[in-house]
């Protein structure tokens, strides 16, 4: 008989994971704390902006027309404990308020719930980013609580997906790695994953802590990755240098490669900036604080470039943004989401904000988010509106809708037509073309 699957936690990890398990053929169901998030699911409809995420789960949520109905949401933990066989914990880890490490309440929290309803065999498998060492800690609480006691295991199976590409990232993962204490933990999972499996993802078996630090080492490496780029492009302008030059240079060479390599304002978003903060603070706890030095650095290139950006805006302006008007076209923390969580585009229009000047945002998807953790921006409806009688343009994230802007009418409604390019993105020829005055980090001003 198929196995049956909870999946507790239906964030972006999560929610796309209930679909995806649902549509390789398994029973799912989804538990959240926020009922309000639960209704919303049960109709279909999805929390935040991820494409192809609706459609995949309209085609599994019961009640819906056509749908498989084998994906249901419930707030219950009796009914997810009596349900699965396989329970799957998504739930988020952020940072603690005040310091670098993880905050591990909402884990911890779900433990202690779905634990004591384990009354038969059943396999809890972590999927959020942990400390080091959670595993092992969190498979002690289960032996105690869970009424079942050595039928209930504990795998680790960390998440790599990115968010824009949610859907595909989990139904076709480029790796997937577990956690095991025991063969039969192994071979669930194996069944889990048989159809990815199948189509030749690499299935990675690992003790505990190895799972859980690939995860974390994982992002680490894609950090340094771009705080490294960064650090070339703060050499490229002292040096008169081309950093988007440099970048398809270098990567070139099958062992540095292309990607991660793109110039700008720098990483945000829920994990790359929280992950590598965490990671520091557990390898303190650990007596390793030596060996991850190097990420306070990458932390400092990264968040030095929204102070840059700010820098080069006021400067563009003539000094001072009092009475003056800045535009900043994107606001999430990457394009293809509506995340705004650390986002260094809102961060630069915060600042620029908070330093007089008057601050419009346009961004395809992420307004409602971000108005509500900046309510004292300006929000336009169109790139257009929010460029009228702007003294500067910052072009903040690399959303395609940006690309295809005609720089000619924009430059007709700008006061100057001045843009910074924070992300590398645009096509500096059509808009100097255009008439604009282009400038873009890490590039010699032409
Ligand atoms: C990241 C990882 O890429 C995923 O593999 C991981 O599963 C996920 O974190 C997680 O831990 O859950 P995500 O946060 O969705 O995924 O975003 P990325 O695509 O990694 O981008 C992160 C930030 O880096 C964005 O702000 C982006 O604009 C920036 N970035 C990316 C650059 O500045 N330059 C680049 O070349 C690439």
Not at 324 to 333: D, H, I
């Amino acid at each position: 008989m198929a196995l049956k699957i909870t999946v507790i936690g239906t964030g972006y990890l999560g929610a796309t994971h209930a679909a995806a398990m649902a549509e390789l053929g398994f029973e799912v169901l989804g538990l959240d704390i926020d009922p309000d998030k639960i209704a919303l699911l049960q109709r279909g409809e999805v929390p935040m902006y991820e494409p192809g995420l609706e459609d995949l789960l309209r085609r599994h949520v019961a009640g819906i027309e056509g749908s498989s109905g084998r994906l249901r949401f419930t707030t219950s933990w009796e009914e997810v404990g009596a349900f699965g066989d396989v329970h799957f914990v998504c739930v988020n880890t952020p940072q603690k308020h005040g310091e670098y490490a993880c905050d591990m309440s909402y884990v911890d929290a779900a433990f202690e719930a779905l634990a004591p309803q384990l009354h038969g065999p059943a396999l809890v498998v972590g999927k959020s980013t942990v400390p080091v060492g959670s595993a092992a800690r969190l498979a002690e609480r289960l032996a105690k609580l869970a009424p079942a006691g050595e039928q209930v295991e504990l795998a680790w199976n960390p998440e790599f997906l990115r968010e824009g590409f949610a859907v595909d990232d989990t139904l076709h993962p480029d790796r997937i790695v577990v956690g095991v204490a025991s063969e039969r933990a192994e071979e669930l999972l194996r069944e889990v994953y048989a159809t990815p499996i199948a189509e030749g993802s690499p299935f990675v078996v690992a003790d505990f802590p190895t799972a859980e630090l690939v995860k974390t080492a994982a992002n680490s490496f894609l950090a340094t990755k771009i705080s490294f780029i960064n650090a070339m492009a703060e050499v490229c302008e002292a040096a008169g240098g081309d950093v988007v030059k440099l970048a398809e240079a270098i990567g070139h060479d099958e062992r540095i490669g292309r990607k991660f390599l793109r110039a700008g304002i720098g990483f945000g978003g829920g994990c790359l900036p929280k992950d590598i903060r965490a990671f520091m603070a557990r390898a303190g706890e650990l007596g390793a604080d030596q060996a991850l030095t190097f990420l306070r650095e990458v932390d400092s290139i990264n968040m030095r470039r929204r102070g840059h950006m700010v820098e080069l805006a006021r400067e563009a302006v003539g000094g001072s943004f009092l009475g003056k008007v800045v535009t900043v076209l994107g606001a999430t923390f990457k394009p293809d989401s509506d995340d705004v969580r650390d986002s260094p585009a809102l961060n630069v229009a915060g600042q620029i904000h908070l330093q007089g000047g008057q601050v419009t945002v346009y961004d395809p998807k992420g307004m409602d988010n971000a108005r509500r953790l900046f309510p004292t921006l300006n929000y336009a409806p169109t790139a257009l509106e929010a460029v009228r009688g702007a003294h500067v343009v910052l072009h903040l994230t690399e959303w395609r809708e940006f690309r295809e802007l005609d720089p000619a009418r924009l430059a007709d409604v700008a006061a100057e037509p001045r843009i910074l390019d924070g992300r590398n993105a645009l096509d500096a020829e059509l808009w100097r073309k255009a008439g604009w005055t282009y400038r873009a980090l890490g590039r010699p001003n032409a």
